[in-house]
């Protein structure tokens, strides 16, 4: 929820700000769903890794499964079969062996997780999401720092009580 709050609500408004070049965003969490495949498993079943992934792939398409014509319009049917969570991947079919289904969880370890596990962020022991402002070349430091102090007051009445916006660093 931080990450969309950052991406879509608060960025975007302060990129509007005159003088403001770009809002870098920092220590994000993206959702993704981690698949660690058992080498073993896959062996025992004669399934090879590109197998496996092939199946991933059909699973979670996006693609137009058929148009509605008529005399004025066409119309792009969608069928959205995009898998959410750990869960509906691990109920994925990524082969059949002998007759029955062999199923993701299977052959390999699924699990929600992040895009990237490996970088946090932090402010005052608390996990973070950073949004660095940074002004246009012929910009006034001072009036774009004003401009972004006078917008986080709105910015924090939109979010839940639970988040608090802090200002971490005026370089004004």
Same mark, same amino acid.
Do not use: C, W
């Given at each position: ?33 981690? !698949? ?8 025992? *079943?004669? &399934?090879? =890794?590109?197998? $496996?992934?092939?199946a991933l792939t059909a699973a979670n398409v996006n693609t137009p499964v058929g148009t509605l014509e008529g005399p004025a319009q066409t119309l792009t049917l969608q069928a959205n079969r995009q898998l959410r969570n750990a869960a509906e991947f691990a109920d994925l079919i990524v082969s059949t062996r002998g007759g029955n289904p062999v199923r993701l ?11 990237? !596990? ?8 608390? *996990?973070? &999401?950073? =949004?660095?402002? $940074? ?38």
């Open positions: 929820d931080l990450n969309d709050y950052a991406e879509h609500l608060i960025s975007p408004t302060l990129s509007t700000l005159e003088g403001v070049a770009q809002v870098n965003i920092y220590g994000q969490k993206r959702y993704a769903v981690r !698949v660690r495949v058992l080498p073993q498993a896959l062996s025992a *079943r004669n &399934i090879g =890794l590109d197998e $496996l992934s092939a969880r299977d052959v390999a370890v699924v699990e929600d997780s992040f895009e990237t !596990v490996k970088t946090f962020a932090s402010f005052n022991g608390e *996990r973070s &999401i950073t =949004l660095a402002v $940074l002004r246009q070349p012929d910009a006034n430091t001072v009036k774009v720092v004003d401009a972004v102090k006078a917008a986080m007051p709105n910015f924090q009445s939109q979010l839940p009580q639970s988040v608090r916006i802090s200002l971490v660093n005026d370089r004004s």
